[in-house]
């Protein structure tokens, strides 16, 4: 069970990209979420799946003496579903541009998002990519009210 939990119902073992593929697989999930339940439903589905996440990484490490394994993705899918709660509309181009945006924040962990990436434990594999799911999502979501804004 853990291991389909920290991988993203195994999402992350798919060859070359884990980080891609657990995002596309967590963004997809949040778009089926919000086909049903408000947006904000994802902003608590982040606070629960980070305060598991970090106890069942934690125990993985230990476990293993891997830290931040590529197989697990689970800091993704928290970092999308983050950019995606915060995204003024949850329209599915939008949605697409917040995905791009997370992915150029994880890949090349630009300030404090590199700093972060550092930290030991499970609160280290998280907290780098709920940042940079909140720059992602602040990123997309200027563009947003600035597309409205001047173009609509």
């Known amino acids: 069970m853990r291991r389909c939990f920290l991988t993203g119902c195994y999402s992350g073992l798919l060859p ?9 697989f967590g963004a997809l999930l949040a778009w089926v979420i919000l086909l049903f ?49 915060i995204l003024p509309s949850t329209n599915p181009i939008w949605i697409a541009l917040a995905f791009f945006f997370f992915r150029f924040f994880d890949i090349k962990k630009p300030s404090y998002i590199g700093k972060l990436d550092k930290l030991p434990g ?19 979501g200027v563009i947003y009210v600035a597309f409205m804004h001047y173009v609509v």
């Open 37 to 85: 339940l408000p947006q904000s439903t994802l902003f608590y589905l982040v606070i629960l799946t980070t305060i598991i996440a970090i106890k069942e990484i934690d125990k993985f490490e230990q476990q293993t003496g891997i830290h931040d394994d590529p197989s697990i993705v689970i800091d993704e899918i928290a970092g999308i579903w983050l950019a995606i709660s």
């Open 16 to 24: 070359k990209a884990p980080g891609t593929w657990g995002t596309l």
């Open 122 to 140: 499970g609160f280290g594999v998280m907290a780098d990519d709920l940042l940079a799911g909140v720059l992602a999502g602040l990123c997309a």
